[in-house]
């Protein structure tokens, strides 16, 4: 867990600020301009063209392949680590969400190497009543969990999954940890986690960053082809699926 760590906030901070730009140049109000609260652009393509574009900013490519997190991820065992193509900033509004995730493992819609993992850094303060994470510890240790596919559409993707696509067979019903971060806090965890997404209620937006990265020199990894979960479903990839899944 980081922890007011001075660097990463001045990564987030360039993060804040190209999101601002970028919204301005849709015709939006900066959503960090003291109004973060009321950032709720009309449904449509200029808010569709918006918030893909995201993913694609210079600043969180910028802190996806930064020495800071590549020495972090040595620290927690990566040997080499590898920048999946799954960096990302979501903006939830509150209320009923339908791109909520539930329950669920990024590894089940993000290939990566076996011990892959997830850093996830709030760009505000989250709780458990405002948008936080919420965990279940040492659910990784179990590896990947059973699914069931929900949309049958998702057989035929190459891309990215979506909530709508999987759920689990069993989601955990007890053990569950609200996770709560400041700005300039995150966390890391393993992408065999457990975890899901909180409601949180009014008008407000949760801005949060994910970084995915993996592990260049893991056999497993290498063995099954090196998939970035960008191109390869899980879904398609049957000798991964059946080592991990089907040998359960």
Same mark, same amino acid.
């Given at each position: 867990? /980081?922890? *007011?760590?001075?660097?990463? %906030? $001045? ?9 601002? *730009? ?5 015709? /939006?109000?900066?959503? /960090? ?5 009321? +950032? ?12 893909? &574009?995201?993913? =694609?900013?210079? !600043? ?5 392949? &930064?020495? /800071? ?6 620290? %927690? ?11 990302? @900033? ?5 209320? &009923?969400?339908?791109?909520? +995730? ?6 089940? =819609?993000?290939? $990566? ?13 989250? #709780?458990?009543?405002?948008?936080? @994470?919420?965990?279940?510890? !040492? ?15 998702? *057989?035929?993707? #190459?891309?990215?999954? &979506? ?10 019903? #007890? ?10 806090? $995150?966390?890391? +965890? ?6 899901? !997404? ?35 479903? %899980?879904?398609?990839? $049957?000798?991964?699926?059946? *080592? ?5």
């Amino acid at each position: 867990m /980081f922890r *007011k760590a001075p660097e990463l %906030i $001045g990564y987030l901070a360039d993060i804040k600020d190209e999101i601002g *730009k970028l919204a301005i140049s849709y015709g /939006f109000a900066d959503p /960090f301009d003291g109004n973060a609260d009321c +950032f709720d652009p009309p449904v449509g393509d200029p808010r569709n063209r918006f918030y893909r &574009s995201l993913r =694609y900013l210079p !600043s969180l490519g910028r802190l996806a392949n &930064s020495a /800071f997190l590549a020495n972090a991820s040595k620290e %927690i065992g990566l040997s080499l680590p590898l920048v999946m193509n799954a960096s990302n @900033i979501r903006m939830d509004q509150g209320g &009923s969400n339908p791109n909520k +995730f539930h329950w669920h493992q990024d590894y089940t =819609y993000l290939l $990566g190497s076996m011990n892959s993992v997830t850093y996830w850094f709030p760009l505000q303060s989250v #709780s458990a009543t405002l948008g936080g @994470i919420e965990i279940v510890p !040492s659910s990784h240790e179990k590896h990947l969990r059973r699914f069931k596919v929900t949309n049958d559409l998702a *057989k035929a993707k #190459s891309g990215h999954l &979506s909530p709508n696509d999987l759920v689990l067979e069993e989601e955990p019903r #007890s053990g569950a940890v609200a996770v709560e971060l400041d700005y300039g806090d $995150g966390i890391v +965890f393993s992408q065999f986690l457990l975890h899901r !997404s909180l409601e949180h209620a009014g008008a407000h937006t949760r801005w949060t960053v994910q970084v995915r990265i993996s592990d260049a020199l893991d056999e497993d990894y290498r063995e099954f082809g090196c998939p970035m979960g960008d191109t390869t479903t %899980i879904l398609q990839h $049957g000798a991964l699926r059946t *080592k991990l899944v089907d040998a359960q």
